[in-house]
């Protein structure tokens, strides 16, 4: 693949976007201010020279990424919505109008993957330096933060030991059916049938006659896998097509309610972590832990992000707090002088524990640190924008890595967009002095 490269030129046959679009439009404000250099150059690291068709323009793919999770969109709805939106394709860096889109919208995908978090956490790093230049957050700011964790649901079904037997054996079927694999019996019919019964006897707490047909289920899934496993002995490739598929299908026939480690919540997304948070209305989610760093102050421009990070294996929240607190003192170049947790983070691993503060902590607590901790608080609504608004609620991305990214994607997402109602409020306080000005002589 050869460096990307942006070789986008004004058309003689039509108008320029900035002579149809409002220049003083937040978008275009926000455009202008980005620093699209400091993202080519990120982003194109993860390119080699070499043969073959350049890559998408680097601002085309981080302003994509920007406007889908800013505006809360799937990858088909951001595709549909460039395509009409003049203001979307001069964010992106189009010249003129364009009537179709440019990319393919699982370019998208690749560009995902490709890049990562480390990069794609560019986006998020960028965010707080447009907030910085245009006052928005001052550096004071960035010292005193505050810590907190959610956890960020996959986009999987409610997960039971029926449901995922019953997956486990259709997976197995249909790819066995794909290959040619002829099986003795598929169980499919009977299967389906005790799969029904088993949610109908739950409810109708006969708990007895649920265990037998879930037992019924786990027998079949087990003719099925020895039937495979015989079928395709001696066939490596066959044993590599079906090897993964047959390990996740052992560890359901085999896992327990109350067994102790890692167990499967989804076939296809078997990094799947069962997380109880101690809430009522949901005991427990099923995803990946994320961690949330706000300043414990109030900016000029909003509650702003400065560190989002998914963390997997269900950690103890105490023991994330140091290496999240290194990251983003290297994502923000400004030392933390002061960190505010909630009792979730006693017993942290922070190497000075004097800079962190715990909620309903009385000891050496000054009339400052008090009020900072009532302002610790703040970070919660900042996570329910997060979740419903810039698509942190559910993930559809594939994989621990795309967790990863979709934490980061959502975190820049949040910022870019306290930046949009930022510039618009910039914008009514010139109006209004410009208003004032010219009214001014009138009533002298």
Request: one cysteine or more.
């Amino acid at each position: 693949m050869s460096e990307p490269r942006d070789d986008r030129q004004d058309d003689l046959f039509r108008a320029s976007l900035e002579a149809i679009i409002n220049l003083r439009h937040p978008l275009v404000r926000l455009a202008a201010e980005i620093n699209w250099d400091f993202l080519a150059k990120r982003f194109s690291s993860v390119c080699r020279i070499g043969p073959g068709q350049p890559p998408l323009p680097t601002r085309l793919v981080a302003g994509l990424f920007i406007l889908k999770h800013m505006h809360n969109l799937s990858d088909e709805a951001l595709c549909d919505r460039w395509v009409e939106n003049p203001y979307f394709q001069h964010f992106c860096g189009e010249a003129v109008f364009q009537h179709q889109l440019p990319f393919d919208r699982s370019s998208l995908t690749r560009w995902r993957q490709r890049l990562g978090e480390e990069q794609i956490a560019a986006l998020l790093q960028e965010s707080l330096s447009v907030a910085h230049r245009t006052g928005a957050i001052e550096s004071k700011d960035l010292e005193r933060v505050v810590v907190d964790t959610t956890v960020q649901e996959k986009a999987i079904a409610h997960p039971t030991d029926a449901r995922l037997t019953h997956r486990a054996i259709e997976k197995l079927v249909d790819l066995a059916k794909l290959k040619g694999v002829k099986l003795r019996q598929s169980y499919l019919r009977l299967a389906k049938r005790a799969a029904i019964m088993v949610g109908r006897y739950t409810h109708a707490h006969q708990f007895k006659r649920a265990r037998r047909e879930l037992k019924f289920l786990r027998t079949r899934l087990g003719r099925v896998i020895r039937d495979i496993r015989h079928k395709i002995e001696g066939d490596p490739a066959l044993e590599e097509r079906f090897g993964p598929l047959l390990d996740l299908a052992l560890r359901v026939r085999h896992q327990e309610q109350r067994q102790r480690g890692p167990k499967v919540y989804s076939l296809h997304a078997p990094e799947v972590e069962c997380i109880g948070k101690g809430k009522a209305r949901a005991p427990y989610e099923f995803g990946c832990k994320v961690s949330i760093i706000t300043p414990v102050t109030a900016p000029k421009g909003g509650q702003f992000v400065l560190h989002a990070k998914a963390l997997h294996g269900n950690p103890y929240d105490g023991h994330t707090l140091g290496p999240v607190i290194a990251d983003l003192e290297i994502l923000t170049g400004v030392a933390v002088s002061r960190i505010h947790g909630d009792k979730g983070y006693r017993g942290h691993n922070y190497p000075d524990r004097f800079k962190v503060w715990i909620s309903g902590q009385a000891r050496r607590v000054t009339q400052v640190i008090r009020r900072e901790m009532r302002r610790r608080a703040a970070v919660e609504p900042v996570i329910g924008h997060l979740k419903d608004d810039h698509r942190m609620r559910r993930n559809h991305l594939k994989g621990r890595e795309g967790d990863r990214i979709n934490a980061v994607l959502a975190a820049a997402g949040y910022n870019f967009s306290l930046l949009l109602r930022w510039f618009r409020r910039l914008l009514r306080a010139l109006l209004l002095i410009l208003a004032r000005a010219l009214l001014a002589p009138r009533f002298a």
